[in-house]
T-cell receptor
């Protein structure tokens, strides 16, 4: 079975440009997470989905970040416009549900804003 | 103070050495996770613990719920074990239940 699939693996863009990341979770995993990981730090939650509903987006900078999870399966995370400080690894993870379940992480997208 | 603290931040060992990485947390949890991250960025889940001890190959993870402390041990370390090891906890309260809080990671380098 394929794991959590993310694309692209790497992205370099100029500041003020838009960028989008895509995530395909494990089949049957209802809960999907987007995390941002800055260099030398642990990942930090941006948004959590339960099926197609965003149930925790308190850490998502809503002025420039948006996300959606179509039909409760694939998800996209968008930044528009990107800023230099957005350079980071963006990780997607999925699990069967909240708490007490294992997590499966994708390979991440390394974003560099120049 | 971070809710999940790991030590050491960096660790260099000689091949064959026994390695211990520690994790302390200050919040209520439903489970603790040990994760491995290689330079490419992807994260692999090693263990999920809610009590006691688990072993997989040369890796052993223990947790003491009363003391809010966990350790990851690597026996007979090998250069291929070089990676960042991250401790993360699943929160068990409130609207954030199920969310993970991560430590900053321990960068392990095993020299041949």
């Amino acid at each position: 079975e394929a794991g959590v699939v993310q694309s692209p693996r790497y992205k370099i863009i100029e500041k003020k440009q838009p960028v989008a990341f895509w995530c395909n979770p494990i089949s049957g995993h209802n809960t999907l997470y987007w995390y941002r990981q800055n260099l030398g730090q642990g990942p930090e939650l941006l948004i959590r989905y339960e099926n197609e509903e965003a149930v925790d987006d308190s850490q998502l900078p809503k002025d420039r970040f948006s996300a959606e999870r179509l039909k409760g399966v694939d998800s996209t995370l968008k930044i528009q416009p990107a800023e230099l400080g957005d350079s980071a690894v963006y990780l997607c993870a999925s699990s069967l549900g909240r708490g007490g379940y294992g997590y499966t992480f994708g390979s991440g997208t390394r974003l560099t804003v120049v | 103070k971070n809710e999940v603290e790991q030590s050491p931040q960096n660790l260099t060992a000689q091949e064959g050495e026994f390695i211990t990485i520690n994790c302390s947390y200050s919040v209520g949890i439903s489970a603790l996770h040990w994760l491995q991250q290689h330079p490419g960025g992807g994260i692999v889940s090693l263990f999920m613990l809610s009590s006691g001890k688990k072993k997989h190959g040369r890796l052993i993870a223990t947790i003491n719920i009363q003391e809010k402390h966990s350790s990851l041990h690597i026996t007979a370390s090998h250069p291929r074990d070089s990676a960042v090891y991250i401790c993360a906890v699943s929160i068990n309260y409130g609207g954030s239940q199920g969310n993970l809080i991560f430590g900053k990671g321990t960068k392990l380098s095993v020299k041949p």
